[in-house]
DNA sequence: GCTTGACCCTGTAGTTGCTACAAGGTGCAT
DNA sequence: ATGCACCTTGTAGCAACTACAGGGTCAAGC
């Protein structure tokens, strides 16, 4: 493997992916087909480890691959307008300003589970109510 | 239907889920089975409310159906020892943190885009950088 | 009281997003 | 030159839905 260019084993080892879903994400287009060295093997380069970083743990944060593949294009299309990308952006600041609020919620209910542990208590769990209606 | 009580298709509205996608719930043991009225139609309660809003937007912020259960688990098993639950739910809350961070990098990237594109300029975006290693 | 339409039922097949082989080639170390 | 860890394509299976088909229920309106 060339100086500065990075198997598709190291890239799965960097990201926490499986090889197979990197070749998935290339099969689909959401991770653009790399150069390939003389005995035909995937040649990474930096770009393509950040981009699939950040596809993972997209996709962690619970977006569907549309999704990712929309967040993406907000960065990669330089053709699109101005107020489209305000759109988009919007739209998906709303959802996740609503992730961080189900999951300040969750975790205040998981540290009080834990809190009452440890002093021995086992109160009334209230985790269900924490992401109810 | 009886006073108090559901529809699926009232389940269905109040928490964005699919009627098909409920039943799946009842079929893999994740939401119990209710009550059937004399039409055989399913009568749900309010805890059954509850929980499948908890379980849709637990599964919104990337847990699987397995670590849905184990946190319902958390707080059905009254006969869990004290300890095992702290050590679930402090597992979970690491996982939940991680998170957090993440949604509020991604967040500052979203709120730079927005704020750039309405002063009309188009800076370097950078949201892929937002969740890079 | 009978029809119409919105809802419900079970069952099964299809989709998305991976994941796990099988069968074989590459490349470096001993 | 022979392991052994890694890579290749291809296909099949799994998780978590999703979308029918074919039929039953029920309240509203004529």
Request: hydrophobic residues 35%; glycine residues 6%.
């Amino acid at each position: 493997m060339q100086a500065g260019n990075l198997s598709i084993g190291d890239l799965g080892h960097q990201t926490g992916t499986k090889v197979e879903t990197i070749r998935y994400y290339e099969r689909i287009g959401l991770l653009s087909a790399p150069a390939r060295t003389a005995g035909n093997y995937r040649s990474y380069t930096k770009d393509h480890l950040n981009r699939l970083s950040f596809i993972r743990r997209a996709r962690d944060l619970g977006f569907s691959l549309e999704q990712v593949r929309a967040l993406l294009d907000l960065s990669d299309d330089r053709k699109r307008s101005c107020s489209a990308i305000d759109t988009i952006a919007k739209e998906h600041l709303s959802e996740v300003d609503r992730k961080i609020a189900d999951l300040k919620a969750l975790r205040r209910e998981l540290n009080n589970m834990i809190t009452q542990c440890s002093c021995g208590t086992v109160a009334d769990c209230r985790i269900i109510d924490s992401l109810s209606p």
